[in-house]
C-alpha cells in the first residue's frame, strides 16, 4: 500500500501534462537504444533526433504511451484487469519489430525520467515501487508478444 501510494502521489506530481516527460523518457530510450528510431517508420526522413522527437506522429505516440502508463496507475489495485488490452499492445509491437528486450530499455528510461523529474524525491523505495508495477506490465505485454 506504501508503495500504492508512493506511485500515485509521485505520478501527480508530474502535473496534468505528462508529455515532455515522455519527451525526456524517450530520449533517454533513443540514446540508449538508437536503432528504435527506425522503427517509427514515419520518422525516417528527420535529420536530427530532435527533430523526430517532435514530429506529431512521434509526440502521439509518446502521448499513448503515458496514457498505458496513467491507466497502470489508476489500476494499481487491479491490474489484471488491463492484461487483455496489454497482451494485444504486446502482439502489436511485436508486429512493428519491437523486441521484449527493448521493454526494458523502456523501463530504464522510465526510472530516468522521474529521477530527472522528481529530483529529491526519486527515493530508494520509490525507484523499487515503480520497477515492480512496470515489470508488471511488461511481463504482460511480452506474453502477449510471444503468442
Ligand atoms: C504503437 C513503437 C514502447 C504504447 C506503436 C507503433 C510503433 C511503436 C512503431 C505503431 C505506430 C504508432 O502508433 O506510432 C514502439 C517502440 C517502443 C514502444 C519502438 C519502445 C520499445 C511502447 C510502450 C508502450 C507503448 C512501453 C506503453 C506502455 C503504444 C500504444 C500504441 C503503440 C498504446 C498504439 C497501439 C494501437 O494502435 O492500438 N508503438 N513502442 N509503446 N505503442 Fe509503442
Not at 505520478?11 to 505528462?18: M, R, V
Not at 503515458?66 to 491490474?79: E, F, Q, R, T
Not at 492484461?83 to 530499455?105: C, M, P, R
Request: proline share 3%; with cysteine.
Amino acid at each position: 500500500e506504501k508503495e500504492k501510494e508512493l506511485i500515485r502521489v509521485s505520478w501527480e506530481s508530474l502535473g496534468k501534462d505528462k508529455v515532455p516527460h515522455g519527451v525526456i523518457m524517450f530520449s533517454r530510450l533513443f540514446e540508449l537504444e538508437p536503432a528504435l528510431l527506425n522503427l517509427f517508420h514515419y520518422n525516417t526522413n528527420c535529420g536530427t533526433i530532435q527533430d523526430c522527437l517532435s514530429s506529431p506522429e512521434f509526440l502521439d505516440h509518446v502521448t499513448k504511451v503515458m496514457l498505458v502508463i496513467d491507466a497502470a496507475v489508476s489500476h494499481l489495485d487491479n491490474l489484471h484487469t488491463l492484461e487483455d488490452f496489454l497482451l494485444n499492445l504486446g502482439k502489436k509491437h511485436q508486429a512493428v519489430g519491437v523486441n521484449t528486450q527493448s521493454f526494458a530499455v523502456v523501463g530504464e528510461s522510465l526510472l530516468y525520467m522521474l529521477q530527472c523529474s522528481l529530483g529529491q524525491g526519486y527515493t530508494a523505495p520509490l525507484r523499487q515501487a515503480w520497477l515492480n508495477m512496470y515489470t508488471i506490465v511488461v511481463a504482460a505485454m511480452s506474453r502477449g508478444w510471444a503468442k
